[in-house]
């Protein structure tokens, strides 16, 4: 059993920053991949943020977030971060943090929901102009 606790969200107003934790807890060793998704209000989809792979560290980002996010690991600690900085508004959405075990993931499909088996209960980010 794996079990993925976020902290960090919050509000903030357009141009500042936020830093999401997510700590994990129970058979964390099983995870190959961990990362955050995100989904707006009214937005049936979840969309993948940013990724990590757990054992050599490679990371995906997507487009609307380069150069402006950042996830981190601390293995030590079993626990990820995505530090965000120039947030805009279209950054508010709910924030999940997410593991999966599966293993040769690259670019899209390490980004891709479906490939994520475990999940946090999400935390509100929350950005005004």
């Known amino acids: 059993q794996v079990q993925l606790v976020e902290s960090g969200g919050g509000s903030v107003q357009a141009g500042g920053s936020l830093r999401l934790s997510c700590a994990g807890y129970g058979y964390t060793s099983s995870i190959t991949y961990m990362g955050w998704f995100r989904q707006a209000p009214g937005n049936k989809d979840r969309e993948g943020v940013a990724t990590i792979y757990t054992s050599g560290g490679r990371t995906y980002y997507a487009d609307s977030v380069k150069g402006r996010f950042t996830i981190s690991r601390d293995n030590a600690k079993n626990t990820l971060y995505l530090q965000m900085n120039s947030l805009k508004p279209e950054d508010t959405a709910m924030y999940y943090c997410?593991?999966?075990?599966?293993?040769?993931?690259?670019?899209?499909?390490?980004?891709?929901?479906?490939?994520?088996?475990?999940w946090g209960q999400g935390t509100q980010v929350t950005v005004s102009s």
């Open positions: 997410a593991g999966s075990y599966r293993l040769g993931l690259t670019g899209g499909d390490a980004l891709g929901r479906h490939e994520y088996n475990y």
